[in-house]
């Protein structure tokens, strides 16, 4: 049985140390500051991510891109020519073209490795929804499971990773289109906090509106409350845009109701944070629906 290596794209939000406790790499999303483009790495940019969210408060332009084909061209062979397979598991189709990209990729590459495998899956998932997929898969490949076996698993639970997060303003999830106008119209008065999830299909949903942000916090814990695994939430992914005392006031709620003590609390990367907008919070854990 050859050996196979589980890849990503850095929508995923994953700490570096983590990653490389999974034995996972990451293809880079595009990050464009004052028409500098760079490429993000696993939740950060050079220049800090306060300093990152700094930047957004003051209203400096941030945009974001998919990589290239050429990028996963080059990191796919990389792993290619060690003579392994590859498992592509990437940002929801519904937020991004990333993953499609991707599979873009891997079909061309396929013509030129035909002895190897490389199989894709859209994760439906981001940020560190996409990570808690992944800490689940790298699970059943350390178990033993094929690269065909890993890949059917990732497909089957992909839509019991729960993603519920909140904002402080709709407005940069507007601009970079990942919702319409008439639901940022939600966050725009009375302090009103949104509180979003991704839907079956990968997209952003809005479901509740808030009072403030402590009712929002409350309000993801409710809810965690309603669908997650009991016997399966072994680990809770929490990440937040320079937000950290929020972060903590959800982790020590989800403690407190549910005895949960295992988090992995994190950063949102600049490539979600430019459309999150700073003070974002969020949310991940394994569920029986979404």
């Given at each position: 049985m050859s050996s196979y290596c589980?890849?990503?794209?850095?929508?995923?939000?994953?700490?570096a140390s983590l990653a490389q406790k999974l034995g996972i790499s990451a293809v880079p999303l595009k990050v464009i500051i004052g028409g500098k483009t760079m490429d993000s790495s696993l939740s950060k940019l050079d220049v800090g991510n306060t300093a990152f969210y700094d930047l957004l408060r003051h209203g400096v332009d941030i945009k974001t891109s998919s990589p290239s084909i050429d990028d996963f061209v080059r990191y796919f062979k990389r792993v290619l020519e060690q003579g392994k397979d590859?498992?592509?598991i990437g940002f929801s189709s519904?937020?991004?073209?990333?993953?499609?990209?991707?599979r873009i990729a891997a079909e061309e590459l396929s013509l030129d490795y035909p002895e190897r495998k490389i199989l894709t899956v859209d994760s439906l998932c981001g940020s560190?929804?996409?990570?808690?997929?992944?800490?689940?898969?790298?699970?059943?490949?350390?178990?033993?499971?094929?690269?065909?076996?890993?890949?059917?698993?990732?497909?089957?639970i992909k839509c019991n990773i729960c993603h519920w997060f909140t904002v402080d303003d709709l407005k940069h999830l507007k601009k970079g289109g990942r919702i319409s106008a008439a639901a940022a119209i939600a966050g725009s008065v009375m302090n009103i906090k949104p509180v979003l999830k991704v839907n079956d299909s990968g997209k952003l949903e809005v479901v509740y509106k808030a009072r403030g942000k402590k009712?929002?916090?409350?309000?993801?814990v409710e809810q965690m409350g309603q669908n997650f695994y009991p016997d399966g939430n072994d680990i809770v992914f929490i990440n937040h845009a320079d937000c950290p005392d929020d972060a903590d006031l959800l982790a020590r709620s989800i403690t407190k109701n549910y005895g949960i003590t295992d988090f992995?609390?994190?950063?949102?990367g600049p490539s979600l944070g430019a459309h999150s907008g700073p003070g974002a919070l969020a949310l991940y854990y394994l569920g029986d629906k979404r």
């Open positions: 589980i890849i990503t794209d850095t929508a995923c939000d994953m700490p590859i498992l592509y519904g937020l991004s073209g990333t993953y499609n990209v991707g560190m929804g996409q990570s808690l997929l992944l800490h689940y898969c790298v699970q059943k490949k350390r178990e033993g499971l094929t690269l065909e076996e890993v890949r059917d698993h990732a497909e089957k009712f929002a916090i409350a309000k993801m992995v609390i994190s950063d949102i």
